[in-house]
């Protein structure tokens, strides 16, 4: 069975999760935008449907590093250490510019790019082609 | 009794001994430890005016010139270091009118069983042959010990500096030394041993003899001292060896340098370096943060447009206007930290419920919309502080006690009360909100206790309470927050 397109977004800030989800849902080429809003909640959503049905948990994660609770970080070495997270990509959506935050993320094999916020309409798309299902045809 | 084989007659004790050497026309002294006088022979009394009772424990004379003292106890220093007689073909000694005789004297070491040096005993043979006596006066004040200008140098250092003979007898201090000890080395002409009145206190005994056996220099750094106070302090002490005219090594001075001020400044500017690293890290991300998130509102708003899709674009807009309002609190917040970091104004009475119902009325409007009561219970009404600071400090904990209300209770309410105990003032302000959910210390830099401030409100209380000498503490992270502080009740200058 094929596996759906599923983004999850994990951001503390309310607006930019929601510019997120709309930017990708703009796109139209995700199945399905999940957002939670910290790191905890994260997890127990992938649980979910790791545990439910695998075909439908998310593929890609949009994952924000600093926030209350569980950051970024801290939420990456779970993953780490859980085989059901080998096919997952991560792509960090931050706001810090710092360096050392992109070096330490470019140690995880799942972080497959690092983005700086804002995500706009042409990073949407760019994200939609790498992770989305095909483009609609203007047939 | 004693042995027959040494000549001595079976049946006599002590007193025979002593009346012997208390008939020679010679001056003979026994010594102990430290060059303290133990006994003297009749010649020696009669010399001095003074009987073995008063000379017993005293290192020299009241009649003495110090300085001559000085080399009597380097003298006996070298007899007990080097376990030798020593040949001083003459010395000068005062006698009790104050009359200066010249002696050739021989010092002699006593062992005890273990070898070890126990006692001196010097014989001092007056010098009569008017042509040699002259001859010695005028040596003597070409080239005696004259230590008066290095005592009055060290006196006069505005350092704490301490001038010790060989036998670490305190010969002379500086003012400062006396005040940074709170004992002066001399009371009354008194000289005592470095051990005695000053070793506890900073222990560089060691360092002064191996100065003065070397004759070098030792500087020993960050050596902790306690203050007859009992504060800690630090000092840096520079220890070297003097000399006396005759170029022998007459003594060491130490020399303290008080560094406690120095390493506190450091310690303090390296948290505050510390901070700031800190800081231009947090405020840096959480300055970007909302910056990027209205570009990015306004990317998506110029989406939505072209889209035509103007109910959107109009909730972006309001979006917008609310996340740049939040980014100018925390442009405000970073200004009250510079804020609360310069210097005050001046200490004034303030009236503490006025102070109160300022913040109350301040944050009214607020405290309607989250339908949160406020009320206070003012007991102690006055303190001596700076009313500014203070009220930045109420302010805000007053308005997170706000802002953290629990939508499920039905009766809200914040609630601050005060009082005052052993010359402080406290002040708590109550509520029964969401609590304190971080596990941090939420006092520091951009730790968020709950809700989506800038995580800087209580950094800035504790800045100030700092500042007003006082000390802010939560005391219950519960449901029933409580944030404590404590202040002077009375900050006027001195």
Known sequence: MKRIASVLVVDDDSTDLFIAERMLSRSGRFDAIEAVNSGDKALEYLERGWQADATVAPTVILLDINMPGLDGFDVLDRLRVDNRANELSVVMLTSSAYGGDKNRADAYAVVKDFLVKPLTVKAAELLADRFGTEPRTNA | ?494
């Open chain 2, 1 to 494: 009794m004693s042995d027959s084989s040494n000549g001595i007659p079976a049946h006599q004790d002590a007193q025979w001994f002593v009346d012997v050497l208390d008939a020679m026309s010679d001056l003979v002294l026994v010594k102990g430890e430290r060059s303290r006088l133990l006994w003297a022979n009749r010649a020696f009394r009669d010399y001095y005016g003074m009987s073995n009772a008063e000379l017993r424990d005293l290192i020299d004379g009241p009649q003495s010139d110090p300085d001559d003292t000085v080399q009597y106890v380097k003298d006996d220093q070298r007899v007990y270091t080097t376990g030798q007689a020593l040949n001083v073909a003459a010395e000068p000694v005062t006698n009790r009118r104050g009359e200066v005789g010249y002696f050739h004297t021989v010092k002699t070491p006593l062992f005890d069983r273990q070898g070890v040096v126990a006692r001196t005993v010097g014989v001092s043979r007056v010098i009569e042959d008017a042509s040699t006596i002259a001859g010695l006066q005028e040596a003597r004040a070409a080239s005696k010990a004259d230590l008066s200008p290095l005592r009055a140098l060290v006196s006069n250092v505005p350092l704490p500096v301490l001038m010790c003979d060989a036998r670490l007898r305190c010969l002379e201090s500086s003012q400062a030394w006396d005040t940074w000890f709170q004992c002066p080395a001399r009371v009354d002409g008194a000289i005592e041993f470095y051990e005695d009145l000053f070793e506890k206190q900073l222990p560089i005994a060691a360092a002064l003899r191996e100065v003065i056996a070397r004759d070098g220099q030792v500087v020993l750094s960050a050596l902790a001292s306690q203050s007859p106070s009992g504060h800690q302090r630090v000092a840096d002490v520079t220890v070297r060896a003097w000399r006396l005219a005759s170029g022998e090594v007459g003594g060491a001075v130490a020399i303290v340098h008080d560094v406690t001020e120095r390493l506190q400044s450091e310690a303090r500017a390296l948290q505050a370096n510390e901070e700031l690293i800190q800081f231009n890290y947090r405020a840096s991300h959480d300055l970007r943060s909302p910056l990027r998130t209205a570009l990015g509102l306004l990317d998506l708003a110029g989406a939505e447009l072209d889209d035509n899709n103007l109910d959107e674009v109009r909730r972006l807009h309001r979006t917008l206007a609310a996340k740049l309002d939040s980014l100018s609190g925390l442009v405000e917040a970073i200004v009250d930290i510079a804020r609360a970091d310069v210097a005050g104004e001046e200490s004034k009475r303030a009236d503490v419920t006025t102070l109160v119902e300022e913040v109350f009325t301040k944050h009214a409007e607020e405290a309607v919309r989250a339908k949160v009561e406020l009320a206070h219970s003012i007991n102690a009404s006055s303190i001596v502080t700076e009313g500014r600071r203070l009220f930045q400090v109420l302010d805000n904990l007053v308005a997170n006690a706000i802002k953290n209300y629990d939508p499920q209770e039905a009766r809200r309410r914040v609630d601050v009360v005060n009082g005052n105990a052993n010359g402080t003032v406290w002040f708590e302000v109550r509520d029964n909100g969401r609590g304190v959910q971080s596990e941090r210390d939420v006092f520091d830099m951009f730790v968020r206790g709950s809700g989506d401030g800038a995580g800087l409100g209580l950094y800035v209380v504790r800045k100030h309470v700092r500042r007003l000498g006082g000390v802010v503490t939560l005391t219950s992270r519960a449901k029933d927050t409580v944030f404590r502080v404590e202040l002077p009740s009375d900050r006027s200058p001195p």
